[in-house]
């Protein structure tokens, strides 16, 4: 499986490749009212507005202010275009099965993550994004203008 890694706050992440579209800087958003708090806003991506995932609200990471070095993971969850605010994209490589722990073997309490990888003297958390964005959250800012 191909695994695109990142990082937020020191901690590495990874998205099944298949998921993602396109990795873009981060940049300024319009808030969204009576949005779930962990929507940054939203954005115009070439015609379709796209929701803005703070990934730091949604993990329980302590917040911070959106900077220039900051990227935004331009994915397909639930049918509908999502961007991931994320601080840095490592990198992306193939995975072979063996390599991933299933997460129910290591940290079974964590909601929606799937696997665990060990690599280099660090560990990468992949999740499966759809189980931890519900499709009617998603639904209600995705469109296109």
């Known amino acids: 499986m191909d695994i695109l890694v990142c990082s937020i706050q020191g901690q590495r992440y990874g998205l099944d490749l298949n998921k993602v579209q396109s990795v873009v800087l981060a940049v300024e958003s319009t808030e969204l009212p009576n949005a779930p708090d962990y929507f940054l806003g939203a954005i115009n991506v070439h015609g379709e507005i ?37 601080d840095q994209v490592k990198h992306i490589k193939h995975y072979r099965e063996e390599e991933f722990i299933p997460a129910e073997q290591v940290l079974p309490e964590l909601s929606g993550l799937q696997y665990v990888l060990k690599e280099e003297g660090q560990i990468t958390l992949v999740y499966d ?15 296109s203008i």
């Open 129 to 143: 994004l759809e189980k931890i964005l519900p499709s009617n959250v998603i639904s209600l800012g995705c469109g």
């Open 50 to 86: 796209t929701l803005v995932v703070d990934m730091r609200k949604l993990f329980g990471l302590p917040i911070k202010e959106l900077e220039i070095n900051d990227h935004f993971i331009l994915c397909k969850i639930h049918k509908k275009q999502v961007a991931l605010w994320v």
